[in-house]
């Protein structure tokens, strides 16, 4: 499987919105917080948000924001039937170098307690720097890697 990146457009809003809406529910559901079409469309207009292709198929997206020296990692979606098939790994160490060529000295998410992702990201070089309730902050720089 080939992967790769390409600038969304704004005929992949729809898609984008309906993956990460679907995608979080759950935890959404155990915050008891609704989900918020216009905050979604705002941030769409703010981040970077790159389709995450295998040939031509859309599986996933990945959104980037610059947070002061940081590059952000703010959002990372892949379509449920793509899990467990390398793509999040991908898009993450995609995100690592895009980091590196921009000149961020670090990669940064917030994840939530229970995602499954978090072991993802730690096989990957970030470590948590802060929690705030049911949320970790973990981060990702070039200097921590052996």
Do not use: K
Request: aromatic residues 8%; hydrophobic residues 45%; glycine residues 8%.
């Amino acid at each position: 499987m080939t992967l790769r990146l390409r600038p969304a457009t704004a005929h992949d809003l729809a898609f984008c919105e309906h993956l990460s809406r679907t995608n979080m529910a759950g935890y959404r559901a155990a915050r008891g917080t609704a989900w918020d079409p216009e905050r979604f469309r705002a941030s769409w207009a703010e981040f970077e948000n790159l389709m995450i292709l295998a040939g031509d198929e859309a599986v996933g997206i990945l959104r980037l924001l610059p947070e002061g020296e940081a590059l952000g990692l703010r959002d990372l979606q892949v379509v449920p039937g793509r899990h467990r098939q390398g793509i999040g790994g991908w898009a993450v160490r995609q995100a690592q170098a895009i980091a590196l060529q921009r000149g961020h000295p670090r990669l940064q998410l917030r994840v939530y307690a229970e995602n499954p992702a978090r072991a993802l990201y730690t096989r990957l070089g970030f470590v948590v720097e802060a929690e705030a309730g049911d949320t970790f902050h973990l981060a990702w720089s070039p200097s921590r890697v052996a």
